[in-house]
């Protein structure tokens, strides 16, 4: 990457116009946008993506099978890994440095000192930046929720998608299933059609009823579209026929359902076949179930066969351990470092039968990491033999001189894992 000092230095800046990190509500963007002439009723078709897991893959498919039709594909991800570069993709190639940071000065000017948050006016920095140039598509991830989430500013959409909602941020979008489902049912608009992953009934139910309200047509997973293996093919089937494409180059049984959502997708929007086998073959989506055999990080244990996952809520630890089972015998050790705002326990109980140990370790740079003293109590009483490090590098150093041919995990949080893609390079 580039000198991005500039930007950092802007981006810093944009954290002192609102003391909270979030706080949801739109009254705050839509009076940017306001200030910016409305971006959002110039962006090329928008694509929304909302859901507790599988929303970044799902998008990254999705992007992979437009862009093997020749379109240019404008993203907006969050959170960044790396760098904050990560979260703006303009037809096809991540924003410049200049660029962005012309584009913060701009929004900042817009703002004055009017109160927003850090992740609002960064939005509407994004769907600025995608009004200027031309594309074929909008690509949009919901950053938190949906119903007043930031991104859920554009009027006529060409379709929203709702991955799988399970139970996570329950701080923000309430403590059952069905309140978190309502609020990811908030991108639903009027007539416009929505693609329905997997979903537990009671979430399912709460968005058929507001699809019903706002006469939005469903595409739901089991009904309107399936998705198998079968001889290690993906067979997936709707009502324009069967596809029977390469199992997805995302590691993970779970990356099949959301391999079906972003086909369901693409069939909708008319693509072909070739379209619908880029997606599942060409899709790039870091720090998911992410191999890492360069850099200093895996040189300095050459035996170690090293991954990286950013899961972080029991549904993210579920599909870890899946993966983990579908993979060639091997012990397994974990290091983890977490948010305080996570459901820790629930997150390793489904891991723990997979794991030969776990060394916990704080998030560096991270205000509200979990201390790794309490990671590693919460593994212990998970039933994984539990130790404290207090770097992830000494921590594989650890595991490689017990075991040097092991398999590492990496694991816990997005934060962690973009913290070890910069210092790995």
Request: with cysteine; proline share 7%.
């Amino acid at each position: 990457m580039t000198d991005t000092s500039r930007s950092d230095a802007l981006l810093q800046r944009m954290m002192d116009f609102h003391p909270k990190i979030i706080d949801l509500t739109l009254d705050r963007v839509v009076r940017m946008l306001a200030a910016l002439d409305h971006p959002e009723r110039r962006l090329p078709p928008v694509i929304h993506v909302a859901g507790t897991n599988g929303k970044g893959s799902t998008q990254a498919m999705i992007r992979a099978g437009l862009e093997a039709q020749g379109k240019r594909v404008h993203a907006y991800t969050s959170p960044h890994l790396a760098w904050f570069h990560e979260r703006i993709r303009l037809a096809g190639a991540l924003i410049s440095e200049d660029a962005l940071s012309a584009l913060l000065d701009e929004c900042i000017a817009a703002n004055g000192q009017d109160p927003i948050t850090f992740f609002e006016i960064t939005t509407c920095a994004a769907l600025l930046a995608f009004s200027r140039v031309p594309a074929e598509y909008t690509l949009l991830e919901v950053g938190l929720g949906g119903r007043l989430d930031a991104t859920n500013v554009v009027d006529r959409p060409a379709l929203t998608i709702i991955t799988p909602v399970s139970i996570d941020h329950q701080q923000y979008l309430g403590e059952t299933l069905a309140e978190i489902a309502g609020e990811k049912a908030g991108i639903l608009k009027r007539g416009v059609p929505c693609v329905v992953g997997p979903q537990a009934e009671a979430g399912l139910a709460v968005i058929e009823a507001r699809a019903a309200r706002l006469g939005a047509p469903l595409l739901v997973h089991g009904q309107h579209w399936h998705v198998t293996t079968e001889r290690g093919r993906l067979i997936y089937q709707d009502e324009t026929g069967l596809l029977d494409l390469p199992l997805p180059n995302l590691p993970g049984p779970h990356q099949l359902q959301n391999a079906g959502a972003a086909l369901a997708a693409l069939r909708h929007l008319g693509a072909d076949e070739a379209a619908c086998e880029a997606a599942v073959t060409r899709a790039e989506w870091p720090a998911r179930m992410q191999r890492l055999t360069r850099g200093p990080l895996p040189d300095s244990a050459p035996g170690v066969e090293l991954w990286l996952d950013g899961g972080h809520n029991p549904a993210g630890g579920e599909a870890v351990a899946a993966t983990l089972a579908g993979m060639a015998p091997r012990a397994t050790h974990a290091i983890c470092g977490m948010l305080n705002t996570k459901d820790i326990s629930g997150y390793l109980r489904p891991l723990a039968p997979q794991l030969a140990s776990l060394h916990a370790v704080s998030i560096p740079g991270e205000q509200n990491t979990l201390p790794a003293e309490v990671t590693a109590a919460a593994a212990t009483a998970a039933g994984i033999p539990a130790h404290v490090a207090p770097s992830v590098a000494a921590a594989l150093r650890d595991i490689a001189q017990t075991d040097p041919r092991a398999r590492v995990l990496i694991c816990g949080s997005l934060y962690l894992a973009g913290t070890i893609l910069r210092e790995n390079g």
